[in-house]
C-alpha cells in the first residue's frame, strides 16, 4: 500500500515517515517539500540519513493509496479538495478540519475557511472516541496534540462532570520546526513558560469532542517531545477508576496509572510511544479530581495517530505499525 | 554582624552562604555539619572552592548575632529551644514552625511537636505580609518555597475571592541536597512529573496565610531551581492588576508583569534573584482569573528570604545583600 | 524463538526487552530479577505499563534458545560457565569477557577472573569486525559502549595511524539505573564533567580491536542517551573518506556523514536506533585527523548491537528487529 | 563614575548590565540598542522587568568614564577610533583587536581592518597575563571565551610544551542572542554537535597568547552558560600542579582543583561567577598532560572579565563587583 506526505519537512512530517518507514503495510510513494524540492529526506532530517527517500513537487496525482497533508493551518483546506476528487483517502494534520463549527473555527482560527462543505465529510481522528466512523471514512481529520490529550482524559467523564481547569505542559517541538525568538535555544531552555494563559485555540476541540467547558493554561517546559495534560474538576469526586478502565478497555494505547505519583503519567513515560497514560486522584477534601493525561505530542498528539486511522481506514489491525515500546529512559 | 549557620552541608545551606558572603554587614563565623565535620566548605559545596570556611559541631554557643538553621523538618524544633535561651536570634528554615495550629502541623508533618510553646512566638517570615512584625522578632520561622510562591500569588485577593486551584511546578533542588531513586539523573530528566496530585502540606500554610481553601497539584519539571504556581481562581475574573500594584508597592521584589505571554512570570527570568514576578490574566469567557508567580526556590523560596527577614529584624535595609540581578539566561 | 534475560531491571536489560519486544522472531520467555523478583515489568520499567511480563528467579535451566546477561561486571563471569553447559547461546552484556589477556583484565577492572578459560571461547560482539565469527559463536562478549564508539571510529585506520586521543562525551543513562551522589539530579544536570580523565577502563577493548595506543577522557554531559566520541589522530591528514566507506560498505548500521559541520555526528541523531554516525574531518595545517562518532550507548552501545549479534548468530538478517528510524526530535 | 553600553540588547551587554548594577563605583550612564531604542531594558531582557533604564541612541559623546562595545565583530572597529579621540575609556567586546597581526586577523574574520593603527594599541584584556598593561590602559580588546579557557589553561606550561589538542563544550548563550536554523530549541537541545571540527577563529588567539601550537575542536552542548576546555598536551607528562599554583598565586579569580575528578573543572562549578577552574591531570602511561578548565562564556569569558579590565584600568581592586560566588546548584 502506497501513502505519500505532503509537506514533509517538519516535525510531523518526519514522524510519519520514522513511523510508516518500519510499517509492514505502507511503501512511502512520496514526501514533498517546497523548500527542501529536490534534496534527500536526511537535508531536513539528519536523523535520516541512509533513507533513500527526496523531497518532490507537490501534485494531486501523486501515487498513493492515502495521503496525510502535515501543511499548516489554512494551508491544507486548499489541497484537501482537488485531492478527494481523484478518490484517494486523505489524513489531514492540520487544524482546518478539526471543528466542525465553521464559525468556531472562523473565529478560533482568524481566517476565512475555504472548503466549508468538506468539514461535515471529516470525521475527527480520535480513534477512541470515533473508531467505527474511521474505519468507514475517506477523509480523518487529525487531532490537535494538546486537544487529544484533554480530550482523552475527560471522555469517560462526560456526563458526570461538565468543567474542567486544564493546565497543560508542552514540549519544545509542538511548536513546530520554524524557529523564532522565543524558541531561540538560550532564551527557551529553562522555562516554564506560561505562553497560552487563556484563550487556547484547543479549548473548542475539547469542548466539541466531551461537551466539557474548557478553561486552559498552556505552559512551554523545557522538554523536546511530550505533554502532560493536568485536569482539575472542581466539584466532583468519585472514585472513577473502573469507570476509566471499562471506557478504554478495547483502546490498545490507553494504559490506565496506578494513584502512586510513582507511576501516575509523565511524558517520559510514553515519549516515542502511540501511548497515553491516564491517571485519576481524587481530592476528597476539596471535592476535586484531578485526571492526568501523558502523550508523545508528535506521535499520539499527531503522526502515530494519523497512522493509527490509517490503519482503521484500510483494515489493518489498529495497532500495526505503531507498537514500539516507549523508548526509557530518554 | 556575625551570623551562623546550623546544617549547611545541604543547598539551602548553601545558598545562605553564598549570600551572606557577600552580604556588606555579615560575617560567617560557622557553618555545622555533622557529615562535613571538619572539612573545608568546598568538600560539600564544590561552586565555593576558594572560600575559608570549615564545617563545625554544632553547639549552642556558637559566636553570632544570628542563627540559621538550615535542618531537616522536626530536627530544628530540637534546637530552638536551647538557642533562643541563649538571646540569640533565630531564623528556622525548616517547616517546624511554619504552622500557628500545632494540631494541623502534628497531622500535616506526622510527628509530635516538641516545642509548641514556641509557635506562637515564630514569626512567619513573609516581609511582604509581615514585616513590621519580623523586624521586632527574636524567632523568624522561614517559609515552604512552593507555599511562597503561592501565597505571594494569592494575598492582594483576600476577601475578593476564598477559592484556588494551585498547579505548581518545581526544580529538583527544592527536593534538598540528598539523592533517591527518584532523583536519579537517567530517571528524572526530562520529566513532568505530578508528585504530589492532592494533599500537598504546603496547603495548610497557604490557607494560614491567605484565607483561601487551596487544593495543590505538584509536578517535578527538569529545572534545576525555579517554581511557577499557576493559581486558577474560578468563578472570578475582575481586573485586579491595580489592585496587586497597590498592595506590592512597598515590596521591593515584587515585581508585576505584564499580561502579555512574552513577559509573563518564568523561573528563567527570576533564577539566582530574591524577586517574585507575579502576573494576572482574566479569562473573562470561562470567569476565571489565573495568577502566576515565579521564584528561585532556594533564594526567594528559602534563604533569601531569610537574609530579607534578618535584614529586617537587624534594622538593615531589606534588599541588603539581595540586590543581584537574576542570572539570564541561565 | 526464546530468548531470556538474566538482570532485566537495569537500563540495558530495559532495552533488551523493549528491542525484543518487536522483533518478529522473538518471544520472551523470561526476565529475571532478585530486587523486582514476581513483580510485574512496569514496576521497573514505568514506560512498559502493559506489557504482560514478571519477573522470576534466575536458574540455568530457563526455557530460552538464547540468553542475555544483563548483569554487573564479575556477576555474568559466575553464570556463564554453567547456562553454557546447557547448550544455550549466551550473550553477556557485562565486561567479564571482552578482553582476550586475562592478566589486563584482571588489572583492568581490579578483581579475579573465575573462567578464564571460557575467554578465548568469547566472541568480541562488534559485527562490523567479527561478522562471521559472530555468525559461528555460541557464546558473544558485549561491547563496551565507548569501546563501541572509539573502535568503530578507528577501526578503517588500523595499519594507517596508530596512536589517538578520544575525547568521550557521555549521557547519564551509561552510568547504569542505580544512583549515587554523583547522579543525584540538582548536582548531574547541567554538567560537563571530566570523570574519567584518564585511565578509562575502554582503553583496553579500543587498543585490542585496534591496535592503537589509545589515550581517552570522559565527560558526563546533560544527556540521557548518547555518546559522541572525538578522536584526535596526531600526525596524520589523508583525506580517509573512501576508506570509510568502503570499510563500512557492507555494515547497515554504519552510517558515513558529510564533512559538513551540519551534519557531523551528533547523539541526537542516532537516539533510539541501532545506528552509529561516523564522520571524518582533516585538519591539514595542523596535520591532525578528527573523527566523529555517535551512538545511542543503550542501543548500539549495548542492547541493540547484542540483538544485532543475536541476529547472526541464529542466521536472521543483521537489521532484524533493528529497523526502527532514530527518534527525532528527541 | 559612569559606564555606558553601546550594543547592549544581547547577551554580553546583558551581563555587563545585571554585574554593573551591583558595582559599588560605577553608574551606568547609557545603554544604547538600535533594535530596542527608546524602549525599556526589560523589553530585551526579561529578568531586568523593575530596572529604570531605557535604550537609547549610540553617540559618541556619551557621557560616561568608560564605554562598553558589545557589537558584532567589525561594528566594532568602525566606533572605536572616534570614541576613542573623545579621551574616553574603551573596552571592546567583540574579536575586532584581538589579535595583533593585521594579516592573520583579515584571514581569521575574512574581512578587510577598517583602523588597523589602533590594533597595537589596544591591550589583551585578560588580567591573569597583562595586568600591568591593563593598568595604564586607554583601551583595551575583550578575548573569545573560548581563547580565554584555553589560554588561561595553558599560559602556565609556556616554554615546557608547545603543542595541543583543545576540545571544547559550549554553552548555547555563546551563540548570541540571535537565533537560526541551528538554534530552534527542538534541534538544539540534547546536543552534542561538534560545530567547528576544526580551524576554529580562536586558534590563533590562543597561540599568540600562549605561543603553543592549536588545533582546536569546538562542540555545543546543552547548556545555556559554560565552558569546558579539555587540553590535550601530547608528549608531556610532568606534574606541574606547584607551577600552576604559583603561576597563578595573584590571580584572584583562578582556582586550582584537585585531581580528584569529583572535583575537576565543570561549568556547573562557575556559573554566575568570574572564576576559571583550572585541573591537571598527568597520564604518565602516554605520556599525555591534561588540563581543564572551565568558566562561565559570560563571565569570565566576556562581561565579567572586561569589567575586571575595567577595575584595574580605574584603580580599583581587580575583584571589585565581581565576588558574587557561583550560583550552584543552577
Not at 473508531?131 to 480523518?140: L, P, Q
Request: proline share 5%; hydrophobic share 40%; aromatic share 8%.
Amino acid at each position: 500500500m502506497k501513502a505519500a506526505i505532503i509537506g514533509a519537512s517538519g516535525y510531523t512530517g518526519a514522524d510519519l515517515i520514522r513511523i510508516l518507514d518500519s510499517h509492514p503495510d505502507i511503501e512511502i510513494s512520496a514526501i514533498t517539500s517546497r523548500k527542501y524540492l529536490g534534496k534527500s529526506v536526511w537535508k531536513a532530517h539528519p536523523s535520516m540519513r541512509n533513507l533513500k527517500l527526496r523531497f518532490t513537487e507537490y501534485t494531486k496525482d501523486v501515487d498513493a493509496d492515502v495521503i496525510f497533508l502535515a501543511l499548516p493551518h489554512t494551508a491544507s483546506m486548499e489541497k484537501v479538495p482537488e485531492l478527494l476528487e481523484t478518490g484517494v483517502k486523505v489524513i489531514d494534520l492540520s487544524a482546518d478540519f478539526r471543528l466542525k463549527d465553521v464559525k468556531i473555527w472562523e473565529k478560533t482560527y482568524g481566517a476565512k475557511h475555504t472548503a466549508p462543505n468538506l468539514i461535515e465529510k471529516a470525521v475527527y481522528g480520535l480513534p477512541e472516541l470515533h473508531r467505527e466512523e474511521i474505519k468507514k471514512a475517506d477523509f480523518v481529520s487529525g487531532t490537535g496534540c494538546e486537544a487529544t490529550a484533554g480530550i482523552l482524559a475527560l471522555a469517560p467523564l462526560q456526563g458526570k462532570a461538565d468543567k474542567v481547569i486544564i493546565d497543560v505542559k508542552v514540549g519544545g517541538s509542538a511548536a513546530g520546526s520554524t524557529g523564532n525568538a522565543g524558541t531561540h535555544y538560550p532564551a527557551r531552555a529553562g522555562n516554564v513558560r506560561p505562553y497560552a494563559p487563556v484563550k487556547h485555540r484547543h479549548q473548542e476541540e475539547i469542548k466539541q469532542e466531551t461537551g466539557f467547558e474548557v478553561s486552559m493554561t498552556a505552559h512551554a517546559v523545557d522538554l523536546v517531545r511530550g505533554i502532560l495534560a493536568t485536569c482539575h474538576i472542581p466539584n466532583f469526586s468519585e472514585d472513577v477508576s473502573k469507570l476509566y478502565r471499562d471506557f478504554y478497555k478495547d483502546s490498545p494505547f490507553i494504559r490506565i496509572t496506578p494513584k502512586d505519583p510513582k507511576f501516575l503519567p509523565n511524558p517520559k513515560y510514553v515519549v516515542g510511544s502511540n501511548y497515553c497514560d491516564i491517571g485519576v486522584v481524587t481530592d476528597e477534601e476539596h471535592k476535586r479530581t484531578v485526571v492526568f493525561s501523558a502523550i508523545d505530542n508528535l506521535v499520539k498528539g499527531a503522526s502515530g495517530q494519523a497512522i493509527q486511522c490509517m490503519n482503521l481506514m484500510f483494515g489493518l489491525k489498529e495497532e500495526t505499525g505503531l507498537e514500539a515500546l516507549p523508548l526509557y529512559p530518554a
